[in-house]
Nanobody, 128 residues
Framework: QVQLVESGGGLVQAGGPLRLSCAASGRTVSTHAMGWFRQAPGKEREFVAG????????NYGNSVKGRFTVSRGNSKNTAYLQMNSLKPEDTAVYYC?????????????????????WGQGTQVTVSS
């Protein structure tokens, strides 16, 4: 069993930065890609960002491109999401996901169906 735990969420004023971390616990696994998704009340889960480790490719949702940066730890099953210039519409529960069978890496990291393990989510609230 693999557990992913997000951390770093909280309340931040509009325009500020916030950095989210995702760390694996339990069974040690190698991942081909890691992704970040978010879900706001009344909305479908939305792709935020993803990184495929082998090629170092990154992918971003249109609403966050240019403001968010995703990265993956080199020696640990860890992913980060640096969020800058936050807007109230960024308010959501943010989820980390890990791809252990290369499906997400092959598809471009943008589809939740391609991930195998999910974190519990961390709340990010941006005040206006």
């Amino acid at each position: 069993q693999v557990q992913l735990v997000e951390s770093g969420g909280g309340l931040v004023q509009a325009g500020g930065p916030l950095r989210l971390s995702c760390a694996a616990s339990g069974r040690t696994v190698s991942t081909h890609a890691m992704g970040w998704f978010r879900q706001a009340p009344g909305k479908e889960r939305e792709f935020v960002a993803g990184v495929s480790w082998a090629g170092g490719n990154t992918n971003y949702g249109n609403s966050v491109k240019g403001r968010f940066t995703v990265s993956r730890g080199n020696s640990k099953n860890t992913a980060y999401l640096q969020m800058n210039s936050l807007k109230p519409e960024d308010t959501a529960v943010y989820y980390c996901a890990a791809d252990t069978d290369a499906r997400a890496a092959s598809s471009g990291t943008g589809y939740s169906r391609d991930y195998d393990f999910w974190g519990q989510g961390t709340q990010v609230t941006v005040s206006s």
